[in-house]
């Protein structure tokens, strides 16, 4: 078990904090042998243990007995969705909604491997930039670790549900006049200056480690493999993540076949789509990400090389969703499967139904589509954008009228 650079291949220890390559700056990764996995695997009872992060153990970066910071993260529903996928015009479709986890979000599963992680590194200090999702896993598993805890969100643009549980759990919460990309720059910063400071953006290869036991959980649910994963796509962790847990579980001989990856991201933020529709291997970022979707309102994806890896190698796709399609796509999620999710979350259902109107998806594939976040994060894009309550009279014959009974 090490750390490897995704680019030159550069190998460090797997305890050396570190999140860039020092030969050439880029990303790092863990990498395993196969026979590790396989030892660690045999020799423990994983497949017995519930649906959840931690039932994956022999493929997480730890050693036997470390400690774990954990909530219950994990082991979400898989939900099949009858209605919506007539809808659509699929024979059937899937919600992975992680919206059922802990702080409600799927930065939970890499925020228990990252905080465990912290507390082994012997940091005092836990860091990230957020657009909302991640500070809120943030301050929830350090306050769990007893861990001191600093965010950076972009001032005015984080849903109020999600400031609210980062204020909540005893987080220094400071509102950067930028947006995201420029805080992630200022934290950064910060952790290259301050040994003691652990940065938990998805930069940090381990919580991807954790965030990659969501394609276990898929396919174990699933009974196999389905056709197509659409996930949302901001930073690009999630999707890299997902993808590195497929090949991992192929690698294991989990699942024999791998299905395609869909990169869905915002129209107003959307250089990793940009750069695939162009078909080039660089991406352009953009200075001024613009969308209703405050979670993945990102310009400058860090990760983005290994999501257009991932979109390539599965042969998949990048692709971009207008807020119109995304409020469109949130609500036929909650009317017609009762499942309610934040605009961000939404993008893949958007983006399927567009995949589907061009014959991309055929009416008989298999798609599961990631819900990243609860609906209940962002409370303000409902009162904005969807249809107000009625009032009545306190009377009971102002009521028959208004729903049409007399
Ligand atoms: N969906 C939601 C609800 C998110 O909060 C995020 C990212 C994504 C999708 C995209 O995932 O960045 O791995 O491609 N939110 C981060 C945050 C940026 O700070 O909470 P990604």
Redesign the pocket.
């Known amino acids: 078990m090490k750390l490897k650079c995704i680019s030159c291949s550069r190998e460090y220890p797997i305890d050396e904090m570190i999140y860039y390559c020092k030969s050439c700056n880029d990303l790092l990764e863990v990498v395993y042998d196969t026979s590790e996995f396989e030892k660690k695997a045999s020799s423990s009872d994983w497949r017995r243990l519930p649906l959840s992060v931690w039932r994956y153990h022999p493929f997480l970066p730890f050693k036997d007995g470390a400690t774990r910071i954990a909530l219950n993260e994990g082991g979400t529903g898989l939900h099949k969705c009858e209605r919506l996928a007539a809808f659509l015009g699929l024979k059937t479709i899937h919600i992975k909604n992680e919206g059922e986890n802990p702080t409600g979000?799927f930065?939970d599963r890499g925020m228990t491997v990252g905080v465990s992680k912290a507390l082994e590194l012997g940091v005092s200090w836990v860091i990230c930039a957020?657009?909302?999702?991640?500070?809120a896993s943030l301050a929830a598993y350090a306050a769990r670790a007893g861990l001191k805890r600093i965010v950076l969100i972009p001032s005015g643009k984080v849903a109020y549900g999600k400031l609210a549980q980062a204020m909540m759990c005893g987080a220094q919460v400071v509102q950067v006049k930028g947006n995201?990309d420029e805080a992630l720059e200022m934290v950064m910063d910060l952790a290259e200056r301050y040994k003691d400071v652990y940065l938990l953006n998805?930069v940090n290869p381990f919580r991807l480690e954790g965030q990659k036991t969501l394609a276990f959980e898929v396919c174990e649910q699933l009974g196999h493999v389905p056709d197509w994963i659409v996930v949302?796509?901001?930073?690009?962790?999630?999707?890299s993540a997902i993808w590195k847990g497929l090949q991992e579980s192929k690698s294991l001989g989990y699942i024999s076949k791998l299905p395609r990856m869909v990169g869905v991201q915002a129209a107003g933020a959307a250089p990793i789509a940009e750069a695939f529709e162009k078909g080039s291997s660089e991406i352009k970022f953009i200075e001024k990400p613009e969308t209703i979707a405050t979670?993945?309102r990102?310009g400058a994806?860090q990760s983005w090389k290994k999501a257009l890896k991932a979109i390539h190698e599965s042969n998949g796709l990048a692709t971009k969703v207008t807020d119109e399609e995304i409020l469109s796509a949130q609500g036929s999620m909650a009317k017609l499967e009762g499942i309610f999710v934040?605009p961000?979350?939404a993008t893949p259902v958007a983006a399927a139904k567009n995949l589907i109107r061009n014959g991309t998806i055929k009416k008989d594939d298999e798609v599961v589509c990631v819900a990243?976040?609860h609906g209940l994060k962002d409370p303000d894009v409902i009162t904005k954008f969807f249809e107000k309550p009625i009032e009545v009279e306190a009377d009971i014959k102002a009521l028959e009228h208004i729903l049409g009974l007399s």
């Not at 949302?232 to 999707?239: F, H, K, Q, R």
Request: proline share 7%; aromatic share 4%.
């Open positions: 979000s930065k957020s657009t909302g999702n991640t500070s995201f998805s949302p796509v901001g930073n690009a962790g999630n999707i979670a993945i990102i994806p934040e961000a979350s990243t976040g």
